[in-house]
């Protein structure tokens, strides 16, 4: 099986050109997936990005965790393959429609390996978050490991749980990330956003993804930060969210969608014995 070694801010994926030759039809992805991410026995990634051909956009994208689950959306995947689309298709268009489980999502690839994404307007509804609470999921208390916490949950397809804190330096991530991605108020699980708000236009944030860990960078996470941080009235339009891996910029106005920019970069190709 022929891939490419992408990643978006070390957020790493191996991304399996399905359009042309579905090669992997009669594979089971969860297995696949956690085979091919792990980092001893196998390639090595956060995930496993498919593209596929789509009857009502220019493809679609599937993207296996790197624990075999399988996400609606993921941020820095979907600017990876944009830009693997584009050099190898070569479309009259830089501008692209790609169909996920989370809808039809619109990446712009721009000059020096920047994507800008229409990443679709946040979903807020508790029960299609899902999140099981009745009131507006804004500043819920939750207890895990003996500290308690307040979170804002989002969907951007995905479930985020986004926690403002004084400061980064004091959060165990792996002790306190899979608590809460597993929590009972979490139904389809959830990723973890711990958010440091360096001023209005600037936040550094540390992630738990559901299903694949903490990584360097989480796309629908930044998004998710910044109108969760708007709606707490923290945060102005454009933000720079600071990531382990590096910087994402995000817009977002009430009502409206976010927009992501950031890098993709190709690494290597390769090729995997099924
Ligand atoms: N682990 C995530 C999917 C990948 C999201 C992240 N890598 C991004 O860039 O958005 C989930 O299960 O919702």
Redesign the pocket.
Known sequence: MEFLKMH?LG?DFVVVDEITNPSLANQSLPELGRKICDRRFGIGA??LVLLLPSSKADFRMR?I?SDG?E???????IRCVARYYVEKYKPTKRSLAVETLAGIIKPEVLENNLVRVDMGRPILKPQEIPVAVEEEPVNIPIEVLGQKFYFTAVS?G??HAVIFVDSLAKIELEKIGPAIETHPLFPRKT?VEFVEIENSKKVKVLVW????GA?L?????ASAVVVAGRILGHLTEAVEVILPGGSLFINWNFGESVYMTGPAEIVFRGEYYL
């Open positions: 978006g957020n956060d995930g993207i965790n689950s996400a609606e959306m993921c941020g820095n995947a951007m995905n479930p990723n993804e559901r299903g694949a990584t960078a989480c796309g629908t996470g």
